[in-house]
Nanobody, 124 residues
Framework: QVQLVESGGGLVQAGGSLRLSCAASGRAFSRYGMGWFRQDPGKERELVAGINWSGGRIYYADSVKGRFTISRDKAKNTVYLQMNSLKPEDTAVYYC?????????????????WGQGTQVTVSS
C-alpha cells in the first residue's frame, strides 16, 4: 500500500513559480511510475508530467513543456513538480499518482494510488 500526500499549491501571479511535492509512504516507492495530473471542474484529469521508476523516461504535456519539470528523490520518497512561468490556464487541482508497474500512463484510470490533490491558482 502506498499513501501519497501533495503539498506546495497556492495562489501565485502569472509568471510566477511554485514547486509541488508528493511525499510517499509505503514499501518499494522507488519502483513506482509517477504522474502529475491536473483537473478543472467538469473536466477529466489530464496528465501534465510523468516519470518512470528509474527517472530515465519523462513525459510532459505540450501545454507545460519548457515550463514544468518533474523529478524524483528516491532517498526522500518524494516526487516534485517545479512549475515556472505560470499562466492563468494552469489553474487547477493538481494530483500525484503512482503505478506499481514502474511506468507512467496517460490515462488516470491506469494508476493504483492517488493523493488528495492540491489547489493551484494563477491570477492574471
Amino acid at each position: 500500500q502506498v499513501q501519497l500526500v501533495e503539498s506546495g499549491g497556492g495562489l501565485v501571479q502569472a509568471g510566477g513559480s511554485l514547486r509541488l511535492s508528493c511525499a510517499a509512504s509505503g514499501r518499494a516507492f522507488s519502483r513506482y511510475g509517477m504522474g502529475w495530473f491536473r483537473q478543472d471542474p467538469g473536466k477529466e484529469r489530464e496528465l501534465v508530467a510523468g516519470i518512470n521508476w528509474s527517472g530515465g523516461r519523462i513525459y510532459y504535456a505540450d501545454s507545460v513543456k519548457g515550463r514544468f519539470t518533474i523529478s524524483r528523490d528516491k532517498a526522500k520518497n518524494t516526487v516534485y513538480l517545479q512549475m515556472n512561468s505560470l499562466k492563468p490556464e494552469d489553474t487547477a487541482v493538481y494530483y500525484c499518482a503512482a503505478d506499481d508497474s514502474g511506468n507512467y500512463y496517460y490515462t488516470a484510470s491506469e494508476y493504483d494510488y492517488w493523493g488528495q490533490g492540491t489547489q493551484v491558482t494563477v491570477s492574471s
